[in-house]
């Protein structure tokens, strides 16, 4: 592992939680009934990402024109305190992006809760994208196999999977 590798662990914990922020990978089915859910329920801000710029979760949302924008929106976010963020209305954004974005989107700050509504171990993909793992022909990632020999990767994935808020489920099956 090298020292990036480390840098990018450090990193990433020493990230705050923003609290009241929820993170929805995908705008399909599940998405669209995790905005209907935050809806009924005003929860503070909530972010739906999806590569489909059409997906049924993106309707009845504010589209935030591009990532830049998005990274205006979490520092604000990120400043207030929760009790303000929960007096503010309910907002529900939307950002077309695939999750090649994730990294930059969690630089800002680790939501409180991330929803994972696509067909993939975001955990996996995450810690794929930051060892910086080659894709083939643009495949999601499923699975991301560690050698139980590899004591020192392994390690990491525990120690960068530990990272995550305690609603985050993620770690290793061993085989």
Known sequence: MTMVSSNRKENLISLPVIEGYYLVLGGGKIGTSFKEYAKKHRLPFVLIIDYDRNAPASSSTEIIKDINSLGKILENISKLPK?????????????????????????????????PAIPCHVAAYTVKNYLNYVYKDGQVVSELSISSEDEHLLQFFED??????????????HM
Do not use: D
């Open 83 to 115: 009790s303000q963020i929960e007096k503010e209305n309910s907002e529900i954004c939307f950002l077309c992006t695939g999750l090649e974005s994730f990294p930059y989107i969690l630089s800002f700050g680790i939501p409180e809760y991330i929803v």
């Open 160 to 173: 960068f999977t530990g990272s995550f808020p305690e609603n985050i489920v993620a770690g290793i099956h």
